[in-house]
């Protein structure tokens, strides 16, 4: 990669790896408020899922941002229906 006088610059990536619910995309968030360039591949994921998993015959929910009890209810409430 070149700047506009011709001289090489260097091109930084970092990859952000964490557990679940660790804050991720909210930091890559912040990163883009602030002009830089990110790709969350979490939402690629998950918008994969979203056209793949009914073209096989699931039906996809969203589980709630919540207290761990409540997600865990709405879990078992959607297997009960």
């Not at 830089?36 to 994969?48: F, G, I, L, S």
């Not at 056209?51 to 009960?80: M, N, T």
């Amino acid at each position: 990669m070149t700047d506009g006088a011709g001289l090489m610059t260097a091109s930084r990536h970092v990859v952000v790896t964490g557990c679940s619910g660790g804050g991720k995309s909210t930091l890559l968030a912040e990163l883009a408020r602030r002009g830089h360039a990110v790709v969350d591949a979490a939402v690629q994921d998950y918008a994969r899922l979203c056209r793949v998993y009914p073209a096989l015959g699931y039906a996809a929910s969203d589980v709630p941002r919540d207290s761990v009890q409540a997600r865990a209810d709405f879990i078992l409430s959607a297997l009960r229906a």
